[in-house]
């Protein structure tokens, strides 16, 4: 399996996993906090919930997780396709490939905070729990270098694909994939949240994936 096939499986279902989990799993077996509540309340009682049953809390926070990485993942086999001399923007590609295991890396490490957290909430150490957990909400929500590191690596990758693509659906999701990386771009260095944006871009990847593995069908 060529690395452009792996890709269209990864990007195909780690979003999917994302938001099954993130829609549906979560809130039926963890549950939700009332979204009045800010900062340390918030994070109070997010990790209040989460203790009830954190064995079960750590099995679907760790599928999350797997399903964020799979996307990378996927991303990075892209580009790795995309990579070469001889092709058009091959260099985009080349450089997408070094950015997104970076970003994965860095991503994993910030969600571990939560994971670091609940030991220590579990081990009563409350205090440190709530600084560790708030650390890393902070980093993973309010780290524009991160973002900004992965939504470049996906309009590389979005650019790339349009320009050496020669099918005509592949070459109109890349351009999508570049125009929307475009917008997140903007957005991650304003205060505007666009989530609207964020879903279509998770829903392109799961397109893209599946075109990918078309491909290879075909």
Not at 37 to 43: A, F, T
Not at 112 to 134: I, K, P, Q, R, W
Not at 135 to 142: L, R
């Amino acid at each position: 399996m060529n690395p452009r096939n792996l890709a269209g499986y990864f990007l195909a279902i780690g979003p999917i996993v994302m938001m099954a989990i993130w829609m549906l799993v979560w809130p039926q077996l963890i549950g939700t906090v009332d979204s009045n509540l800010i900062d340390e309340e918030k994070i109070r009682a997010r990790m209040e919930l989460g203790m009830e049953n954190f064995a079960v809390t750590k099995i679907v926070a760790t599928a999350s997780v797997m399903g964020m990485m799979a996307m990378l993942f996927g991303y990075t086999f892209w580009a790795r396709s995309l990579q070469g001399g001889e092709k058009k923007l091959g260099i985009l590609g080349t450089l997408a490939a070094l950015i997104m295991p970076v970003v994965a890396a860095a991503i994993l490490l910030t969600t571990d905070f939560n994971f670091a957290a609940g030991f220590a909430m579990s081990e009563g150490n409350t205090t440190v729990a709530l600084t560790t957990a708030l650390v890393g909400d902070a980093i993973y929500f309010g780290s524009t270098s991160i973002w900004a590191f992965l939504i470049l690596g996906v309009g590389l990758i979005g650019l790339a694909s349009a320009v050496q693509s020669v099918d005509k659906v592949s070459k109109i999701i890349g351009s999508v994939l570049a125009v929307l990386a475009a917008l997140m771009f903007v957005f991650n260095l304003s205060t505007y949240e666009p989530d609207m944006v964020f879903m279509l871009w998770l829903l392109v990847t799961v397109i893209s994936g599946v075109n990918l593995i078309r491909l290879r069908i075909e």
